[in-house]
């Protein structure tokens, strides 16, 4: 699934979007250890590779075999709201 999310040279979502899912996901997911975003001081900080590898390990936090909240929310980015490399 990640693959198929990740497709188009998408690194991760823009800020203010990445930051919506990033707060879901910390209200869903309470059980769950989650990174913060790479986001604010550490968008200007951070290659496109970490900050890849943050929303990748973000995703693997994310049950895409049932229906849920943070899956429909990723699964409906618009395209202009991705950040690409």
């Known amino acids: 699934m990640i693959d198929q999310i990740l497709i188009n040279n998408r690194v991760c ?4 979007i990445w ?4 707060k ?6 309470t ?5 913060k975003p790479l986001i604010l001081a ?5 290659s496109d590779i ?3 590898n943050r929303f990748i390990e973000h ?3 994310v049950d895409f075999n049932s229906e849920n909240k943070i899956k429909t929310f990723v699964l409906n980015i ?4 991705w950040y690409k490399g």
């Open 78 to 81: 618009r395209e202009e709201d």
């Open 13 to 16: 979502p823009k800020p203010m």
């Open 19 to 22: 930051n919506e899912l990033y």
């Open 31 to 35: 059980e769950k250890n989650i990174s």
């Open 59 to 61: 995703l693997r936090l």
């Open 42 to 46: 550490g968008w200007n900080f951070s």
């Open 50 to 52: 970490e900050k890849r």
């Open 24 to 29: 879901l996901m910390c209200k869903d997911l």
